[in-house]
């Protein structure tokens, strides 16, 4: 068996993605610059000022925006977050996921969220998973973003344990390439043409299978 399961956050246990596009489209809206569906996939699992970069560079006049604008601007797109994330409950957790999360701690393996959100320990809270969570890696503690390995490894070092024994779970190729690089068990959320680095690939959550991932984690280690 693996020793740890480390869970992206937006994504793979609730879909706060939607929550993250409202927010950035209100704030792009404020500085008269449009923004739609297909621009936002490129913001998912992407921290907020890294975000925001992403958006300003729609609009070459805002480039020369000073620091403190950007601050000032990111933090209200946090507000807006902020206030929509207030609805937040259990009906938000993603079909399959509470599920898994049982079997896992039923089997004393450790469990850790791997997410780039500064709300992350927040969202979890108000989606009333907090006591499946032994460590939460979330903005505070990464220095590199996912696809920098960095989130992962900080999780399986709290923990002691080797790369090998972890295995990960995200929705973005950006997560999953970061899960790779740690030497990790990876699995993939999504679709094959997005995430066809994945070690194993389920198309939702609900196929998300804790006896499928151990046996498919066991077949690529033996
Ligand atoms: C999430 C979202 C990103 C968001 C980031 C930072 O990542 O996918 O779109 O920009 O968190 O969120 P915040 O503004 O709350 O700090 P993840 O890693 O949970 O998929
Ligand atoms: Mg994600």
């Known amino acids: 068996y693996p020793k740890v399961f480390i869970f992206d956050l937006?994504?793979?246990i609730t879909d706060t993605a939607e929550l993250h596009y409202l927010a950035w489209k209100k704030l792009a809206e404020g500085i008269n610059i449009s923004f739609d569906k297909q621009?936002?996939?490129?913001?998912k699992g992407i921290s907020r000022m890294e975000s925001l970069e992403l958006i300003l560079q729609l609009d070459t006049s805002l480039l020369k925006l000073d620091n403190e604008q950007k601050v000032k601007l990111a933090n209200k797109k946090n507000e807006y977050y902020?206030?929509?994330?207030?609805?937040?409950n259990k009906e938000d957790v993603l079909p399959g996921v509470e599920d898994l999360l049982k079997h896992i701690k039923k089997q004393n393996i450790k469990i850790a969220l791997?997410?780039?959100s500064e709300?992350?320990?927040n969202v979890v809270k108000k989606l009333g998973l907090s006591s499946y969570f032994d460590y939460i890696v979330d903005a505070s503690k990464v220095k590199k973003g996912k696809p920098d390995p960095e989130t992962f490894i900080i999780a399986a070092d709290y923990f002691g344990i080797p790369y090998k024994e972890c295995?990960?779970?995200?929705d973005a190729a950006a997560g999953i390439e970061a899960i790779n690089k740690a030497n990790m068990f990876s699995v993939g959320v999504g679709s094959v043409e997005n995430l066809s680095q994945a070690n194993y690939l389920v198309e939702d959550t609900?196929?998300?299978n804790f006896e499928?991932?151990?046996?498919?984690y066991s077949d690529k280690n033996s």
Do not use: P
């Open 167 to 170: 295995i990960g779970i995200e």
């Open 119 to 121: 709300n992350a320990k």
């Open 212 to 216: 499928e991932i151990i046996k498919k």
């Open 39 to 43: 621009f936002n996939e490129r913001l």
């Open 10 to 12: 937006d994504g793979v």
């Open 114 to 116: 791997g997410s780039a």
């Open 206 to 208: 609900s196929k998300l």
């Open 82 to 88: 902020l206030e929509l994330a207030e609805t937040i």
